[in-house]
């Protein structure tokens, strides 16, 4: 009993010391916080030895040096979207010695997306993109704070993510996300770096900065969805991305430095030009803007798939623009190609496409030129014969036919069209496993 009467005094003691502690040091951070790997302290007002020698270059900056240094030790960054922008935006921010860096992203990596997406390495194919750029981050830099968020970004969860930040990267490839990242900046006034990049080309923007527009004052109604494309649509060549991503990074670092003039503008970069990049004044903020205006409309975040007509998802989009009757599955089209049954193959894809792969005996004539050869290849066969139009996703096929149906309307003539469902991406899901997919 005297055993427990002892250790009760010596934790009353334990407490009053801890108390004095708090009074001279101030609040002590939780036991969770300290055992947390690479926990730095964001109030830092000092550098470390090991901070001196592994940010030493950008230390005797001008622009930046000491002072600099200890802003980005104690700033927050959020990166939405760890693919082609968000890859070389988080490793740049990482190594630069940015405290604190959230990763959005709810995908998993994809073999497809390693020539682009630099942060990842081969081994994580399949696993959280977000989890594998932390494990690269740390590995580069165990000094800072990496949080991840899996969960789908949409407006249920933004708010909540992007109020612990200081400045936001949007490092996405969707119309729906890049409304709900403005509005929520916009609601929580914090600064917007946007990126993307699309073929040869890329675009950054800066948003809601120093009393510069919002997304919406450029943008106040989304585009029609079928008129978006996408990288896995229309493709992106790596360095491309790259070199917009890192200019993301660089405008964060500018930002927390707070040391640089700034002039609200569009930057447009194009490899296949002599000149790579083209800079242009943005237009001034809206005063009649839904979100950022003298009286604003949007006060909340809203439905943004309605909105925009089209999902949070950086994958191709599947339009229906067909009836069941005008459609066929992959298995189905293969039991009429195995029975020998007389019919036309159109594959539409782009030749670039055609070239890397084809099924037999299949005809190339792209979308884009469909209409002007629609004479040619309606007259070369008998109307008996039917037509099989097929694309890489079913999307393009869709058009085709629907195209082709019009033109048969209007010639008063008939014959069997239809659309090969899902196509070449569900024809090696369903009939040939080995077809390469891309």
Request: with cysteine; glycine share 6%; proline share 5%.
């Given at each position: 009993m005297s055993e427990i009467n002892n250790l009760k005094q010596e934790i009353l003691e334990l407490k009053q010391k801890l108390q004095e502690y708090k009074k001279i040091y101030g609040k002590l951070p939780e036991a969770s916080q300290l055992l947390e790997r690479g926990q730095p302290n964001l109030n830092s007002q000092i550098l470390t030895n090991d901070e001196i020698k592994r940010y030493?270059?950008?230390?005797?900056?001008?622009?930046?040096?000491?002072?600099?240094?200890?802003?980005?030790?104690?700033?927050?960054?959020?990166?939405?979207?760890?693919?082609?922008?968000?890859?070389?935006?988080?490793?740049?921010?990482?190594?630069?010695?940015?405290?604190?860096?959230g990763v959005v992203d709810h995908?998993?990596?994809?073999?497809?997306?390693?020539?682009?997406?630099?942060?990842?390495?081969?081994?994580?194919?399949?696993?959280?993109?977000?989890?594998?750029?932390?494990?690269?981050?740390?590995?580069?830099?165990?000094?800072?704070?990496v949080d991840t968020y899996t969960e789908l970004f949409d407006s249920s969860s933004a708010l909540k993510i992007v109020e612990k930040y200081d400045i936001v990267l949007d490092c996405t490839?969707?119309?729906?996300?890049?409304?709900?990242?403005?509005?929520?900046?916009?609601?929580?006034?914090?600064?917007?770096?946007?990126?993307?990049?699309?073929?040869?080309?890329?675009?950054?923007?800066?948003y809601n900065y120093k009393g510069g527009p919002c997304y919406r004052c450029l943008y106040p109604k989304p585009p029609p969805p079928e008129t978006v494309t996408n990288c896995s649509d229309g493709g992106v060549l790596g360095p491309v991305t790259g070199i917009i991503g890192c200019f993301q990074a660089l405008?964060?670092?500018k930002m927390i430095i707070d040391?640089?003039?700034?002039?609200?503008?569009?930057?447009?970069?194009?490899?296949?030009?002599?000149?790579?990049?083209?800079?242009?004044?943005?237009?001034?903020?809206?005063?009649?803007?839904?979100?950022?205006?003298?009286?604003?409309?949007?006060?909340?975040?809203?439905?943004?798939?309605?909105?925009?007509?089209?999902?949070?998802?950086d994958k191709s989009l599947n339009l229906k623009v067909l009836g069941k009757e005008d459609r066929i599955s992959c298995l189905e089209y293969n039991k009429i190609q195995q029975?020998?049954?007389?019919?036309?193959?159109?594959?539409?894809?782009?030749?670039?496409?055609?070239?890397?792969?084809?099924?037999?005996?299949?005809?190339?004539?792209?979308?884009?030129?469909?209409e002007k050869e629609l004479d040619t290849i309606h007259s070369k066969y008998d109307t008996k014969t039917p037509f099989y139009f097929l694309c890489r996703l079913g999307n393009d096929s869709q058009l085709a036919v629907a195209i082709y149906k019009r033109y048969l309307n209007e010639k008063g003539e008939d014959r069997v069209i239809k659309d090969i469902q899902g196509g070449l991406l569900s024809w090696t899901n369903e009939v040939d496993k080995d077809f390469p997919i891309y």
């Amino acid at each position: 009993m005297s055993e427990i009467n002892n250790l009760k005094q010596e934790i009353l003691e334990l407490k009053q010391k801890l108390q004095e502690y708090k009074k001279i040091y101030g609040k002590l951070p939780e036991a969770s916080q300290l055992l947390e790997r690479g926990q730095p302290n964001l109030n830092s007002q000092i550098l470390t030895n090991d901070e001196i020698k592994r940010y030493g270059r950008q230390l005797i900056l001008p622009d930046l040096r000491y002072s600099g240094q200890l802003k980005l030790k104690n700033a927050k960054v959020l990166v939405v979207g760890a693919g082609g922008l968000g890859s070389p935006a988080l490793l740049y921010l990482s190594t630069a010695g940015v405290g604190r860096l959230g990763v959005v992203d709810h995908d998993t990596l994809d073999l497809s997306n390693l020539p682009r997406q630099v942060i990842h390495p081969t081994r994580n194919v399949d696993k959280s993109k977000a989890e594998s750029a932390k494990q690269t981050i740390l590995s580069l830099n165990p000094n800072i704070i990496v949080d991840t968020y899996t969960e789908l970004f949409d407006s249920s969860s933004a708010l909540k993510i992007v109020e612990k930040y200081d400045i936001v990267l949007d490092c996405t490839d969707n119309v729906a996300t890049r409304y709900l990242i403005n509005d929520c900046c916009v609601l929580l006034n914090k600064p917007l770096i946007s990126g993307s990049a699309l073929k040869l080309h890329g675009q950054l923007t800066i948003y809601n900065y120093k009393g510069g527009p919002c997304y919406r004052c450029l943008y106040p109604k989304p585009p029609p969805p079928e008129t978006v494309t996408n990288c896995s649509d229309g493709g992106v060549l790596g360095p491309v991305t790259g070199i917009i991503g890192c200019f993301q990074a660089l405008e964060a670092i500018k930002m927390i430095i707070d040391n640089f003039e700034y002039n609200p503008s569009l930057v447009i970069f194009s490899a296949d030009r002599s000149q790579y990049f083209t800079q242009v004044k943005l237009r001034s903020k809206k005063l009649n803007c839904a979100v950022c205006g003298t009286k604003p409309t949007i006060t909340e975040l809203i439905d943004y798939v309605q909105f925009c007509s089209s999902g949070p998802m950086d994958k191709s989009l599947n339009l229906k623009v067909l009836g069941k009757e005008d459609r066929i599955s992959c298995l189905e089209y293969n039991k009429i190609q195995q029975s020998k049954e007389d019919h036309i193959l159109i594959d539409v894809r782009e030749d670039v496409q055609f070239e890397i792969c084809q099924l037999p005996n299949s005809i190339n004539i792209p979308l884009n030129k469909l209409e002007k050869e629609l004479d040619t290849i309606h007259s070369k066969y008998d109307t008996k014969t039917p037509f099989y139009f097929l694309c890489r996703l079913g999307n393009d096929s869709q058009l085709a036919v629907a195209i082709y149906k019009r033109y048969l309307n209007e010639k008063g003539e008939d014959r069997v069209i239809k659309d090969i469902q899902g196509g070449l991406l569900s024809w090696t899901n369903e009939v040939d496993k080995d077809f390469p997919i891309y």
